[in-house]
């Protein structure tokens, strides 16, 4: 950290109050001003704070949330870092509906002790909550050029498909580009490129030692179209030993080594996804026209721009584009309330392409293999011309993604009404 972060702690009656003490301050460059309760005042008479961590034991209960929405009203300028069990915050785009900035997972176990990688993520996590409220970037997640992160808020959309086939299609196009496996539990981008992972980031994580860019390099595996990745682990429960500082060093380095890199990610908004958010210039969010897959979309869309995220920076690519399922082009519109900006047609060679291990960006005839390399072409065109501001595009439609003729005579109104609640500010 630069310089010194005063932090005021509010604390529920269930959390371990010694635990939180020595976490929060183990790092000698932030010091507690104060320890506070949820049915008091979210201010000291010691100062306000830069930064307020809020720690208990269950985020879906009244009383926290109340505490929150009160001090970010009363101190809109002060970020506020969630310190709560897995699976204790609800929907994380709940959280920071009610004015979380960020959010650090405590240990569920009650004898699991004080893991210093934890220390180290409160750390990191406080101060990149500071330094967005103040509108500089936090050190180590520094912005790259050409990080793409894709997205896909529900299962099934495609979202590995478009990774993969987007990362092949700029290798071909004679770019280096890293392909990234953040879905650090049932990772499939290996399956999707056809490789076996013999090495993968949980190997480099047991490797010990620094990290550099020539350490990173042998744990890269290379596919035909002259793509590397970095592949998930190959059992679940090896997911827990891969911290989100690490995976933002990773990131850092593969932003540096290649022109191009794509991540591949959960359906979720899980610390490790947020980090990459983060570190990322461009997000590609991948949807399909089913009721599940638009309102996941639009949540998502919404959590992006509470983490104020650059709208222009974010592009939503509609897979499977030409099915007639009911749900028309103007519906996603009203949806999602922005237009699509990539259309990928449905079509059995892809099916197929995944079965077999081959990404359809290596077949040169099929139409989907065009689609992709033309939404490949548009992020190359904008890395080349990074100078314009503008961040406008036109869709990338081509002639089989567009909607069946009989969709197209009747022009119907749009059913704004399937998902017509609003969420509160």
Known sequence: MSSEINVLVALDSEVDRGLIETLVARDPRITVLDYLELDGPSSSGLGNGDVLVVAVADYNVAQPRDFVVKASRQHPTRPIVLLCPAGATGAVSEAFATGVDDIVSLPTDPGAGLDPDLVRQLAFT??????????????????????????????GSGKTLTAVNLGVSLAISGHSVALMDLDLQFGDVALALGLTPMRTIYDLVRSGGSLDAGKLEDFLMEHESGARALLAPVRPDQAAMITVPFLAEVQRLLGEMFEFVVIDTPPSFAPEVISAVDSSNDVLVVAMRDTLSLKNTKLG?????????????????????????????????????????????????????????????????????????????????????????????????????????????????????????????
């Open 126 to 155: 406080i101060e990149k909550a500071v330094m967005r409220k103040r509108g500089t970037a936090a050190p180590k997640v520094e912005t790259v050029r050409n990080v793409i992160c894709v997205l896909g808020l529900k299962g």
């Open 301 to 425: 869309l919404e959590t992006l721009e509470r983490m104020d995220f650059d709208r222009r920076r974010v592009k939503i690519l509609l897979n499977r584009a030409n099915t007639n399922v009911g749900i028309e082009r103007e519906d996603v519109l009203a949806i999602l309330g922005r237009d699509v900006d990539i259309l990928i047609p449905s079509n059995r060679d892809i099916t197929r392409s995944v079965n077999q291990g081959e990404p359809i960006a290596m077949q040169r005839g099929s139409e989907a293999a065009r689609a992709f390399r033309a939404l490949a072409d548009a992020y190359v065109a904008e890395a080349a011309a990074r100078g314009d501001r503008d961040g406008s595009g036109q869709v990338v439609e081509l002639p089989s993604a567009r909607e069946p003729e009989p969709a197209r005579e009747a022009a119907r109104p749009a059913r704004q009404s399937i998902f017509r609640r609003r969420r509160s500010a």
